[in-house]
């Protein structure tokens, strides 16, 4: 008599590649890309998340949370055989499996520095610290292989051989994370300011001295000005980084007329920035806030309306890292 044993092929070698964001973080979202041969599956990708923030901030920051997956290799036996002259034990050897290891989100909120209450007032700095997201290690799982012999019986009848192969996964390591902390330095408050921190740059111009009241037509009288603007992004600003262009206005009025009318001023500006000053068309991006982000009370203390303060709301900033 012979009895035959078939392994399955669940029993191979399989493997877990994980690729996750590692190293110094820097404006542009970072990539991870996670895949699993083996018999775990991966989380979704993670990867460093900058949000936007208007000129004169820096944007909340955030690392995701990673997990390098528990998993398992099952047990395995090689069944005993009992026939006439054959008495042959099993052979076994027990599951080995580890714990998924999990590093939680760091994060930091958007900082802005405080708004000026009139020209030639001092605007302080301000700091974003650096975010750290430690590395994740899983060693190695191993199990052995199993070997039962070939055995006859004094009749010549014999069972064969029987082998399991050992199952290895390999080791998985996910690198640390790291965002550099970042800054905005003081300045003094006018109808144009720039803002210059260790790794963007933002600029400010007050739209009164762009456009006249309620209009998105750039005055002429504004041309020279932006010339110098133009000037400025192409030295300030590496070729080929993108360009944000937000446009905002007062409180006074309809919402969804102020908010049209900062699309439209905002779009004008890259328009002018793309056809006059220079600057490739596809790095600029437009966009409006309307009256949603004012650096200024629109009204005074007492609730009374504040010219000077919708004045300096109703603004352009155009801002990019550098």
Not at 117 to 137: D, I
């Amino acid at each position: 008599m012979q009895r035959t044993t078939r392994i399955s092929a669940a029993l191979l070698a399989a493997a877990l590649v994980l690729t996750a964001c590692g190293g110094e973080a820097g404006d542009g979202p970072s990539r991870t890309s996670a895949a699993s041969t083996g018999p775990s599956a991966a989380k979704p990708a993670q990867c460093v998340e900058h949000r936007p923030a208007p000129g004169g901030c820096l944007g909340a920051v955030s690392i995701p949370a990673t997990t390098i997956p528990g998993t398992a290799i099952p047990a395995a036996r090689i069944p005993g055989v009992k026939a006439p002259g054959i008495d042959v034990d099993p052979v076994e050897t027990g599951a080995v499996s580890t714990e998924a290891i999990t590093q939680g989100e760091v994060s930091q909120e958007e900082v802005c520095q405080t708004k000026p209450s009139a020209e030639g007032k001092y605007v302080s700095s301000v700091y974003r610290s650096s975010l750290y997201r430690s590395s994740l290690y899983r060693s190695s799982l191993y199990r052995t292989s199993l070997y039962r012999s070939r055995t006859c019986n004094d009749n010549g009848e014999c069972v064969p051989e029987v082998r399991v192969p050992a199952v290895r996964l390999p080791a998985v390591r996910i690198p640390a994370v790291r965002v550099p902390s970042a800054s905005l330095t003081s300045y003094v408050a006018g109808s144009g300011q720039v803002f210059k921190g260790e790794d963007q740059i933002a600029y400010n111009i007050e739209t009164d001295v762009l456009f006249d009241f309620g209009k998105a037509d750039v005055k002429a009288a504004a041309e020279a000005d932006l010339t110098k603007l133009a000037a400025s992004i192409r030295n300030e600003i590496p070729s080929g980084a993108p360009i944000k262009v937000e446009g905002h206005t007062d409180g006074k009025g309809d919402p969804a007329s102020n908010q049209a009318l900062s699309e439209r001023r905002a779009q004008a500006i890259a328009d002018w920035l793309a056809t006059k000053g220079g600057i490739a068309r596809s790095r600029l991006k437009a966009t409006g806030y309307g009256e949603t982000k004012p650096a200024h009370p629109n009204t005074g203390p007492d609730g009374s309306d504040d010219p000077e303060g919708r004045a300096k709301n109703r603004r352009v900033v155009i801002s990019a890292a550098r």
